[in-house]
């Protein structure tokens, strides 16, 4: 798993509740992104990171917001979840340069929004 | 606008088969091919993957084969085993991108013993 975990596992919330996702990582390597996963339309990228405090938007970003203030964490905020974001989430790292991009994902969040 | 586009949506052989998934790609920039391979419940895993200035590329059963000017690439499974059954996904990044992958959609396998 490269050293990535994700918290919470799972998640049931309601409508209108900001949640926020956690994902730690123990290498410190710079790039991290968070994805999502739903039937049908694989894995889409919502934000990803390339170092603290650097972030920027996906293909899917609208709803979420991220924050990296340590090298290890990285953040994912619904400020008002929807029913659209029911979905698994994944955090991923990228290791490797020049091109040889090797992502690596955590185990995922499935987060259910009622 | 889907970048990588994959087929099929799913594919059922039987063991010792050979499924063949298949990716097509449209931005000419992209330098980086991998694979990566889902079980139920669990985070995507890479499988294998390869550069533009080879044509194939092999690592046990598992073989990519790229065709540059048709901007297409395939894995094929060799002797396929219904441990193999799980959900691969093609992808593919440029340099220089933020390391950022574009994924296809997805194909699951199911390999019956």
């Known amino acids: 798993d490269a050293g990535i975990t994700q918290s919470p596992r799972h998640k049931v919330t309601e409508t209108g509740t900001p949640v926020t996702l956690r994902c730690h990582q123990t290498?410190?390597?710079?790039?991290m992104y968070w994805y999502r996963q739903d039937p049908g339309h694989g894995l889409r990228l919502i934000h990803y990171s390339y170092g603290v405090k650097d972030t920027d938007k996906g293909e899917v970003s609208d709803g979420y917001s991220v924050s990296r203030s340590k090298t290890e964490d990285f953040l994912l905020t619904l400020e008002s979840a929807t029913s659209s974001q029911t979905s698994v989430y994944f955090c991923a790292i990228s290791v490797g340069a020049g091109g040889r991009n090797e992502q690596f994902f955590g185990p995922g969040t499935r987060l259910t929004v009622l | 606008q889907q970048q990588v586009k994959q087929s099929p949506q799913s594919l059922i052989v039987q063991k010792g088969g050979i499924p063949i998934i298949n990716c097509a790609y449209e931005n000419t920039a992209f330098d980086y091919f991998p694979w990566y391979q889902q079980f139920p419940g669990k985070g995507p895993a890479l499988l294998i993957a390869?550069?533009?200035?080879?044509s194939e590329k092999k690592e046990g059963r598992f073989t990519i084969s790229f065709n540059k000017s048709a901007k297409q690439f395939s894995l094929h499974i060799m002797d396929s085993q219904p441990g193999d059954s799980a959900t691969y996904f093609c992808?593919?990044?440029?340099?220089?991108?933020?390391?950022?992958?574009?994924f296809g959609k997805g194909t699951k396998l199911t390999v019956n013993p």
């Open positions: 290498e410190n390597h710079r790039y």
């Open positions: 992808a593919a990044s440029k340099q220089g991108g933020s390391e950022k992958l574009v």
């Open positions: 390869i550069r533009p200035d080879v």
